[in-house]
């Protein structure tokens, strides 16, 4: 469903679960989906390049290609994202940025999702970063409803 309705979770685990369960290996990343999203603090307020693909990085840890933009196109049910030769440039304009309130985690979630930046793992990195800042801005951890 698209856009996304905004879910709050009471634990990390919660979160966690929320987010790993619509897909296919469930539940081989929840753990290391709760740690990420335990370890943001204040410091992580500011969204940027590196948080995101350190993120991609530990939660695809066995797939090749973590932690990179995709490399080719790809198809997410009807949607086509942008091309990946665009990824690069939306994502230097896209980013950095700062999250003050639930309203701003929410676009980035959205714009996020639409640039589709890795070739797999984008809700899940999507994911992560909107339930540990919601936490922080708001003591609930929110994800996205599926």
């Known amino acids: 469903m698209w856009p996304p309705k905004f879910e ?4 990390a685990i ?14 081989l990343r929840v753990k290391t989906t709760r740690c990420l999203i335990e370890e ?3 410091m992580h307020l500011n969204i940027t390049e590196r948080l995101i ?3 991609h ?3 695809m840890c066995e797939r090749k290609g973590r932690g990179f933009y995709r490399s080719y196109n790809v198809r997410v049910g009807t949607y086509i994202p942008p091309d990946h030769l665009q990824v690069r440039d ?3 304009v896209f980013l950095p940025r700062s999250i003050w309130k639930l309203s701003d985690l929410e676009n980035f979630y959205i714009k996020f999702e639409e640039i589709h930046p890795f070739s797999d793992g984008n809700g ?3 994911g992560i970063i909107i339930a540990g800042l919601s936490y922080i801005l708001t003591g ?3 994800v996205s409803g599926v």
């Open 40 to 42: 943001f603090d204040s």
């Open 124 to 126: 899940r990195v999507g």
């Open 53 to 55: 693909k350190s993120v």
């Open 14 to 27: 919660g979160a966690a679960i929320a987010i790993n369960k619509p897909h296919e290996d469930y539940p």
């Open 57 to 59: 990085s530990h939660v």
């Open 8 to 11: 709050s979770r009471i634990t």
């Open 140 to 142: 609930k951890y929110m």
């Open 90 to 92: 939306l994502m230097e």
